[in-house]
T-cell receptor, first 112, second 111 residues
Framework: NAGVTQTPKFRVLKTGQSMTLLCAQD?????MYWYRQDPGMGLRLIHY???????AKGEVPDGYNVSRLKKQNFLLGLESAAPSQTSVYFC???????????FGPGTRLTVL | GENVEQHPSTLSVQEGDSAVIKCTYS??????FPWYKQELGKGPQLIID?????GEKKDQRIAVTLNKTAKHFSLHITETQPEDSAVYFC??????????FGQGTELSVKP
């Protein structure tokens, strides 16, 4: 099993450009999450999904959109990138509400 | 909003010594407290977790204690080794199956 995979690993954008980050899991997990990690601030939840076709806002959702069209995939979109969105983005998945979250390797995004 | 406070932010110990990281949480309904280890350039990985129906849990050199009354929980690593060097995060669950993470502790174990 590959676990949780993320594409791409690195990306550099100019302000105003758009992009989509892809997360895939092969563990048949219902729950999926997108976090951002910034120095000294831990992991902050952007959006999450409790099942195929559902999405919900986390702590820091502004400037991001998500979609969960297939159970195994969770997409994070930036419609108009800003320098404040420079961060490392992690996707995670879990079997249920109070279960271990498995994390992907991360995507390092720089917005110039 | 709900939050988790983690201390210290950095911790340096000699190989063989013990390391303790402490967290406090605000949501009295939290009942699941995982600890994650993050090595450089990788995603966080669960090392131990505890649920509110127990006060302590051990796994070899790692232990976690929970004080629900005080809303405190702590990670204890004994006989530290250089490979324990990493960033450690505590977390607590809140409504909706979400986790709130602490700010992280960078542990350095010196040979």
């Amino acid at each position: 099993n590959a676990g949780v995979t993320q594409t791409p690993k690195f990306r550099v954008l100019k302000t105003g450009q758009s992009m989509t980050l892809l997360c895939a899991q092969d563990m048949n997990h219902e729950y999926m999450y997108w976090y951002r990690q910034d120095p000294g601030m831990g992991l902050r939840l952007i959006h999450y999904s409790v099942g195929e076709g559902t999405t919900a806002k986390g702590e820091v959702p502004d400037g991001y959109n998500v979609s969960r069209l297939k159970k195994q995939n969770f997409l994070l979109g930036l419609e108009s990138a800003a320098p404040s969105q420079t961060s490392v983005y992690f996707c995670a998945s879990s079997y249920g509400r109070v279960h271990e979250q498995f994390f992907g390797p991360g995507t390092r995004l720089t917005v110039l | 909003g709900e939050n988790v406070e983690q201390h210290p932010s950095t911790l340096s110990v000699q190989e063989g010594d013990s390391a303790v990281i402490k967290c406090t949480y605000s949501d009295s309904a939290s009942n699941y407290f995982p600890w994650y280890k993050q090595e450089l350039g990788k995603g966080p990985q669960l090392i131990i977790d505890i649920r509110s129906n127990v006060g302590e849990k051990k796994d070899q050199r790692i232990a976690v204690t929970l004080n629900k009354t005080a809303k405190h929980f702590s990670l204890h690593i004994t006989e530290t080794q250089p490979e324990d060097s990493a960033v450690y995060f505590c977390a607590a669950n809140i409504q909706g199956g979400k986790l709130i993470f602490g700010q992280g502790t960078e542990l350095s174990v010196k040979p």
